[in-house]
T-cell receptor, first 111, second 119 residues
Framework: GQQLNQSPQSMFIQEGEDVSMNCTSSSIFNTWLWYKQEPGEGPVLLIA?????ELTSNGRLTAQFGITRKDSFLNISASIPSDVGIYFCAGRASNTGKLIFGQGTTLQVKP | NAGVTQTPKFRILKIGQSMTLQCTQDMNHNYMYWYRQDPGMGLKLIYY???????DKGEVPNGYNVSRSTTEDFPLRLELAAPSQTSVYFC??????????????????FGDGTRLSIL
């Protein structure tokens, strides 16, 4: 079935550093969503992207919908300890209409 | 306003036992979903519902059943528990279909999950 490839799988960074993660697909998507999940909780939506080329920010977070409609990235600037968690991308494929999730990027921030 | 509430939070089952994972939402959302999350993996859709009385299979429906008799409740049933069903289960709801272009701050609201172990 369709899959999203999310990378990196995990990151261990120093507080204050910038972070970048991305998702790619072999098929065209018409929506990209980025979620954060903290231990013992469900995912929480961070940013939603609906148009190719769209660049959207939410505080220190910035995400972009790739021009090819096959990828998206999420950047976190000036990371802080509370950024720790698992970040998931999710996309809705144009051909199937189904929402599928990436494998997640585990972020750890060292104070 | 509780959002999406899942019960129980934890459960251990023996192989072959059955159980129902409860999910209820108080936001009058039409769409409800059940996902499972395995270690190191993203969320896989088990079943979803677009409204009371309507359910449909997701990506990994085998071994599960659902019902949607009311807008608020969307229980997930395991009839014969198997070790492969050990996972964390998340229920979610949304007012609109996520990613349809209808902008909202929270296309999907998730519960806190049910951690299920089959031994």
């Amino acid at each position: 079935g369709q899959q999203l490839n999310q990378s990196p799988q995990s990151m261990f960074i120093q507080e204050g550093e910038d972070v970048s993660m991305n998702c790619t697909s072999s098929s065209i998507f018409n929506t990209w969503l980025w979620y954060k999940q903290e231990p013992g909780e469900g995912p929480v939506l961070l940013i939603a992207l609906y148009k190719a080329g769209e660049l959207t920010s939410n505080g220190r977070l910035t995400a972009q919908f790739g021009i090819t409609r096959k990828d998206s990235f999420l950047n976190i600037s000036a990371s802080i300890p509370s950024d720790v968690g698992i970040y998931f991308c999710a996309g809705r494929a144009s051909n199937t209409g189904k929402l599928i999730f990436g494998q997640g990027t585990t972020l750890q921030v060292k104070p | 306003n509780a959002g999406v509430t899942q019960t129980p939070k934890f459960r251990i089952l023996k192989i072959g036992q059955s159980m129902t994972l409860q999910c209820t939402q108080d936001m009058n959302h039409n769409y409800m979903y059940w996902y499972r999350q395995d270690p190191g993996m993203g969320l896989k859709l088990i079943y979803y519902s677009v409204g009371a009385g309507i359910t449909d299979k997701g990506e990994v429906p085998n071994g599960y059943n659902v019902s949607r008799s009311t807008t608020e409740d969307f229980p997930l049933r395991l009839e014969l528990a198997a070790p492969s069903q050990t996972s964390v289960y998340f229920c979610a709801s949304s007012l609109t279909r996520p990613g349809t272009g209808e902008r909202s701050n929270q296309p999907q609201h998730f519960g806190d999950g049910t951690r299920l172990s089959i031994l």
